[in-house]
């Protein structure tokens, strides 16, 4: 009798680990369901604007168009499932480890990318609309745009409030798997917000107007900092910026292998290939710096973000200006560094090789970067006060 008592004790011990695991795998895929979405729409956006500096917007049900929006309602429904999941039959630590809303509980990253989704859904009749009624354009910033940007944003941000949440619940061995799990949805948003800002800070020409160091100290620093203090990798802002650097090149030297022809007229550069978009901001020098400087300055906020944001301006100035050189010269214009290609609607012409809006004088120069400068310690700032409030999330 005491035998069979002992051996159901053991069967009792065995089955609850195996449960707890089977719960927790229900928990874990929603979330690189949502990172394979992230992905996705990063891909389908840079494969679209690519799509429209090419061929033209030829239709809504184009294949960028459609990963995009395919890929979203991947990541809203996988959260979907896990709020019903949760809500339903989650366990009592579940329950606790998520936000209610309507009387449903779920994490709080499930419930941002169900958002997202809603957003991006929402844009697509709104963009095909926009279109119809005011032309076909390729511009990145469009109210419709806007709508699409702020919905794949979302989903990226509960892609790492998702990844975050776990990583700051996690025992010590499971930390660095989920650390670098949200050191990918940070990059995934690093390469979004630099495509977004593309039109104005992503082309050579731009590299000796202050108006590229005032455009990247906006959102750049801030996103770099505020995902570095709540991860637990060593090198977090690098890895960042690393992953973005690695979407930005395979994409860039992967469109432009595919043939394709503009089909809107008026075509004044009639291209032969998939334009690329350009060579990818050189942002691993000021991750590095910036890694280097929350080691040393961990603690002093203040002097941290103005360390930082001067920093980063000074890294980017100093990167940049001569890099730029090198991009206007033959020896970029090839499939590594995708150089020199342009919109089928481009009239080419020798300002393709000149540097545009650039500072007259010294004065106007120092005062431009003094500006980026500013920004970009108010910006760190920011970045630290998120990133604060990130380290202590845990649903």
């Known amino acids: 009798m005491s035998t069979t008592i002992e ?10 680990p195996a449960t707890t695991s089977a719960r927790a795998a229900e928990q874990v895929w929603p979330l690189y369901a949502v990172l394979f979405s992230s992905v996705s729409i990063v891909v389908g956006l840079i494969w679209d604007i690519s799509w429209h500096r090419t061929i033209g917007r030829d239709t809504f049900w184009s294949p960028p168009h459609v990963l995009e929006q395919v890929a979203a309602i991947v990541a809203g429904a996988s959260c979907g499932w896990l709020v019903l999941r949760t809500t339903f039959g989650g366990s009592p630590d579940q329950r606790a480890a998520s936000v209610r809303f309507w009387g449903f509980r779920g994490p709080l990253g499930a419930w941002v990318c169900i958002w997202g989704t809603l957003m991006m859904v929402t844009s697509a009749p709104f963009d095909n609309w926009w279109h119809n009624a005011y032309g ?4 990145i910033i469009s109210p419709p745009h806007m709508v699409l940007a702020w919905g794949m944003i979302a989903i990226q941000v509960g892609a790492m409030l998702m990844a975050l949440a776990r990583q700051n619940r996690a025992s010590s061995e499971d930390q660095s798997r989920l650390s670098f799990l949200f050191a990918m949805s940070a990059g995934i948003l690093l390469t ?8 104005y800070a992503a082309f050579p020409n731009e590299m000796h107007s202050t108006r590229f160091y005032r455009v990247t100290a906006i959102g750049l ?19 960042t910026a690393a992953i973005y650097m690695t979407i930005m090149l395979l994409l860039m030297w992967t469109l432009q292998l595919f043939p394709a022809v503009p089909r809107l007229a008026p075509i004044y550069n009639p291209v032969t290939r998939m334009v690329p978009p350009p060579f990818p901001l050189l942002l691993i020098a000021p991750a590095l710096a910036i890694d280097l400087l929350m080691r040393k300055l961990e603690g002093r906020n203040w002097l941290l973000a103005l360390a930082a944001g001067l920093t980063f301006v000074a890294v980017m100035l100093a990167v940049h200006w001569w890099w730029a050189e090198f991009l206007l010269t033959p020896h970029a214009r090839n499939v590594v560094f995708g150089a020199d290609q342009w919109d089928y609607n481009a009239k080419l012409g020798s300002w393709r090789y000149r540097f545009w809006t650039a500072e007259q004088s010294v004065g106007d120069m120092a005062r431009g970067i003094g500006i980026a400068a500013l920004t970009a310690v108010v910006t760190s700032r920011i970045g630290l006060w998120i990133g604060s409030g990130m380290a202590r999330v845990q649903r």
């Open 7 to 16: 051996a159901s004790r053991a069967d009792t011990l065995v089955a609850a």
């Open 192 to 199: 979004m917000h630099a495509t977004v800002i593309m039109e």
């Open 221 to 239: 620093p801030l996103i770099l900092i505020a995902t570095s203090r709540p991860s637990r990798l060593r090198w977090p802002a690098t890895t």
């Open 136 to 139: 076909l354009d390729v511009k």
